[in-house]
């Protein structure tokens, strides 16, 4: 078994990142809004603005109180979709039950779209002519890609279909030729399904709900779950310890997937602010 270290990855591709916007004429940077008190948000934001520090990229944080009205958010997202200073606009959620999400993250243009979320990005994805992908599934591909993993006829199975990492994290490996199967709340005989699974990647926020027997030896298995296990302690979908034991490659929690999940929108956002 080898590990799928994502710490190191993030920590080199920040480095090289950071050496690209120090010959840059152009400065990238990327504009945060956060709304309400929500402390896992606050937590998520803190870390985005250091790792902006950490390469040298602008950040512009905007903190707007949890009574602020549909109108004042879209009329800040306007703003900053205007603004010739940033490149990348990246709004937090959740948002306060009060507040529209998909009407504001409407008024964020797809250039500058740099989570991957817009309808048009998420479209461009499924043609896989896209500039840029959700941060999550971008950074499991950039894994693979670094353990010289080839996706090619390999059967893989994603568990989970949200539109932020499960259905991104199927085009990704469909466009890198793998034959992919999704699987979610609904799916029948899952065990059985997952157990052909050649790359098993789940994102389905259950503790350690993905045993042993669940997985085939050799299998590549890329954990995006972040729970907590019965003792408080930080965990995956995947049981590490058993697990571990028969895969080929495995991601560990936490400095697995997370890491890269930031350094993707870093890249994203220099994207968005260096390429036509």
């Known amino acids: 078994m080898k590990l799928l270290d994502g710490k190191a990855l993030a920590q080199k591709m920040r480095a090289e990142i950071k050496a690209e916007i120090e010959a840059a004429a152009v400065i990238p940077g990327l504009a945060v809004v956060i709304v309400g008190d929500d402390p896992a948000s606050k937590i998520y934001v803190r870390n ?13 944080v905007y903190e707007l109180p949890k009574e602020t009205s549909q109108s004042d958010l879209e009329g800040l997202l306007d703003r900053l979709a205007a603004s010739d200073e940033v490149h990348g606009i990246l709004l937090q959620l959740p948002l306060p039950k ?42 499991v591909m950039e894994l693979l890609k670094s353990a010289e993993i080839d996706c090619t006829g390999k059967s893989a199975v994603v568990l989970g279909r949200s539109n932020t990492v499960g259905k991104p994290m199927a085009l990704l490996l469909l466009n890198a030729n793998a034959t992919v ?53 930080l965990c995956g979908d995947v049981d590490f310890e058993e697990v571990s034991k028969i895969a080929s490659y495995i991601t560990p929690v936490p400095g697995g997937v997370g890491p890269m999940t930031i350094t993707m929108l870093l890249k994203n956002t220099c994207i968005a602010a260096w390429k036509e």
């Not at 740099?114 to 950074?139: I, Q």
């Open 181 to 233: 199967t999704v699987c979610h709340s609904k799916t029948q005989n899952l065990g059985e399904i997952c157990k052909r699974a050649d790359i098993l990647v789940s994102a389905i926020g259950s503790p350690k709900c993905i045993t042993k027997e669940m997985v085939k030896e050799g299998a590549v298995v890329v954990d995006v779950g972040i729970n907590r296990d019965a003792a408080g302690k």
């Open 48 to 60: 985005k603005v250091r790792a902006c520090e950490e390469v040298g990229m602008r950040s512009f």
């Open 98 to 139: 009060t507040l529209d999400a998909q009407s504001a993250m409407s008024r964020i243009p797809a250039k500058k779209d740099v989570d991957g979320f817009d309808p048009e990005n998420l479209g461009a994805l499924v043609l896989n002519k896209h500039r840029y992908a959700a941060c999550t599934p971008s950074g």
